[in-house]
């Protein structure tokens, strides 16, 4: 879903360290003895030297083999495969993995400009079955083959040379070189002659090209967290053989592999020899210029569950044990047309998956994870837009240099128009306490009003035009905007003037005069229109015997359809570092939801508390709960098998889904902040039968 700009990058960047990038001679020295005998602090880090570290992740790595073609006898048959047969070669599913070692590498550096070369070694449990469903095997008269084929790589390794730019207290770059992988195929066939069941093994070499990028943060002289990707190409084993199927049509089988991996990781690394820290300087104004906006963000967000009571599940269901990670990249790039006009471009990378592929939780437990999730790097443009700002006189305001604001001084009382593709989100509902889960709270309950359906494709963000309204001590501003073409579509609609989403809202801005503290108050409404199917007359047709799943009566009966709903939303400050929060929201549930989650009603609220106290005055504590409910109808749509946005467990005995969620987000400098975050979930999905579940993730976060 989407990550909105608006609060989600608290760090700003320092002028001086990108105009030395940008290859700007610094000034010498004054010729005084005293000047000359104190060394200025650099305006970025040199990274020379040699370097040590650890790396790894959970459910942030993919990887895939490409079968065939496959003989049996000589005999071509189909590939081991997991699709139809067709005789073609064919790629497993991707499987995920837990990846884990050690890394070494030496970098040199002139100016900005890095060189360097590294080489690791790591060990994964990367594995995945691949069934064969070729036909002509096992019939009456002909023996089966090899009926299940696991492939399994347990080392990685590389050497790759680097190319990179610091600024700062940051290194991003590029990689190349060379990676290879071991992998073991064990394959599985029965033997109908004897009874018994014949195995075989053999282990195959791969070596390949490896391209990659990352990002590298120094906490201090000594140690720096990095994410790190790379798509590995490992090539081809050549044909090889896989056993002997027993039998007359029968014979020694052989077939080809290849192997390719996209692997994210996250690093921690020791520098030796130490690295010189550049002054944490105040900001002195946008880096680029009056005219230009140049910030960026990188998250990474590793998750797990614990096994849990399931003693059932559907399609949608969450899966216990596992452990999943997503990662997004995104630049935020504004140029300043004239004084009230202003564009807006946002690529985003995006990589990885929620847990169970973001499914089984209507409050999902991942802020980060996206519908549209994908075992490699996606590059979307998530965001494109005009603002066009009318100054209606009086008072002004500054806004700084930030995530698409680009420092300009503004009426305090004006019109703003917004036109183009943007993430609601941005603009509507925000919170200062829970609404960024790239730094505070992750659960979609927490951090959005969440029966609130707000139109969206799979990443989270829909075209159309918001105006608002705004003055010092309230604003009201309203989108029309697009809608999926169905739920869980990919496509906006374009039929805009027949199907669309209209939201409105009115802020009201307050100091509270016995704890002279701000506050913001939000009311909120929205109605979409959208081709949907309407939950009673399904489970209706379903129970009457018209369809014997109810998931084709409601392909069969979709059309234009609204949904209304309304949401509050408060936050408040009661002291300078301790804050309060809470939402409230519903939705008619009479119709299907068509781009957020199955969510009819939801409450919320929580605090969150700056670390002052404690001597860590940029740390921040958060504690939150959320309880969300459905409307009677959507209930028995979900008892007789219905599937909904995240959830369906294929039957239902209900009760309230109930969340906690509590984190300790640590700064690690203007840049860079790392979150450990724990939650627990009471009837995921909505299912007294399932659960409770606990949920542990880790949350690395870096911006400029």
Known sequence: MPRFFAPSIPGVSRTAALLVGLGLAQTAQAADPAASRTTPSPAFIDWSGAYLGLEGSAGAS??????????????SVPAFKTGDATGRADRSREA???????????????????????????????????????????????????????VKSDAFGAVRARLG???????????????????????????????????????????????????????????SLGIDYRYNDLGGSGRFNLGTVPGAAGGPVSTRASFIANEVMARLIWHPAGLRLPDEAEDSGPVLGERFSLHGQTTFFNQAVSGFRAPYSGPNSLVPNQAQATTTATLFLGLKLTDSTELYYNPEFSQGFGLSRTLGV?????????????????LRSARYFVKQTFGLGGETETLPDGPNQIANTYDVERITVIAGKFAMGDYFDGNRYA????????????????????????????????????RAAFAVRAAYTQVPKEPSSDVLDPRVFERGGF??????????????????????????VGNSARYREVVGLTQAGAFDDINDAVAATRRPRRKSGVYINLEQAVTADLGVFARASAADGRNENLSFTDIDRSFSGGVSLKGARWGRPDDTIGLGTSMNQLSPSHRAYFANGGLGLLIGDGRLTYAPERAV????????????????????????????????????????????
Not at 687 to 693: K, S
Request: no cysteine; net charge negative; proline share 6%.
């Open 435 to 470: 609404h960024d889960p790239r730094v505070d709270f992750a659960n979609w309950g927490l951090w959005s009003s969440a029966a609130w359906d707000f139109p969206a494709n799979l990443p989270g963000y829909t075209q159309g035009v918001l105006v608002e309204y705004n």
């Open 661 to 704: 969620e509590t984190y300790y987000a640590l700064s690690l400098g203007k840049a860079l902040v790392l979150t450990a975050d724990y939650q627990f979930v009471a009837n995921p999905a909505y299912n007294r039968d399932r659960g409770p579940a606990h949920f542990f993730g880790t949350r690395l976060h870096a911006d400029f």
């Open 62 to 75: 993919f990887g895939a083999f490409n079968f065939g073609p496959t003989s049996v006898g000589g005999r």
């Open 96 to 150: 995920t993995t837990a990846v884990g070692g050690v890394l070494a590498g030496y970098n040199w550096q002139t100016g900005p400009w890095l060189t360097g070369v590294e080489a690791d070694v790591f060990g994964s449990n990367l594995k995945r079955p691949v069934a064969s469903t070729a036909p002509g095997f096992g019939t009456e008269s002909v023996d089966p083959a090899f009926s299940l084929v696991r």
């Open 165 to 223: 730019y610091a600024f700062e207290r940051s290194l991003i770059y590029a990689t190349f070189g060379l990676a290879g992988a071991e992998a073991r195929f064990l394959a599985t066939y029965p033997d109908l002659a004897t009874g018994l069941v014949g195995t075989a093994r053999r282990d195959r070499s791969f070596l390949g090209f490896t391209l990659g990028a990352g990002v590298q943060f120094a906490v201090d002289e000594h140690l």
């Open 362 to 378: 209507a409050g999902f437990t991942n802020g980060e994870a996206q519908k549209a999730g994908a075992p490699f790097p996606k």
């Open 503 to 528: 939201t409105v809202e009115f802020e009201e801005r307050h100091v509270l005069p016995f704890l002279d503290q701000p506050g913001k108050l939000r009311l909120g409404a929205f109605s979409n």
